[in-house]
């Protein structure tokens, strides 16, 4: 599904195992990779880990000709340029869980609070747990035309 000239952001928590299976595992994957850490991954990558992503980092912003996108592990309610439907949050972290469903609300009701402040609040956030698209990545169409995500 990815080819290699293809940009890719893991939302964290890629493997959970020692360096030397991240050695074994990361090369095999296809694409410019961005890796956007998560709480199971290596608190202390090594260097040569590193080098095969184009960027590690606990917090990404791109921008991909028609939106603004902020990504991070772990969701954010309130985020950069939340005022703007052309800005999305894209996270993992909490799957499909109570959790999940206590920020769906969470949002809503951030989201009600702000309108009546005239704050025009967006809450475009998605979760992308891979969970949603059988255990595969996902394109920025699919994460955003998955009703189940956000």
Known sequence: KVRECDE??????LIIGNADEWRRIVPN???????????HDLRQIPGDVCRMFVKVSPYYETHDGIYHIVMSHYPMIAYEHDVHSGVLMLYGHVHNTEEFKALKKAVAVYKEQCEKKMYPYQGNLFNCWCGFYDYAPATLEE????KNNH
């Open 29 to 39: 994957l296809h694409g410019k990779k961005f890796l956007i850490t998560g709480n």
């Open 143 to 146: 994460i955003l035309s998955n």
């Open 8 to 13: 890719v952001y893991i939302l964290g928590d």
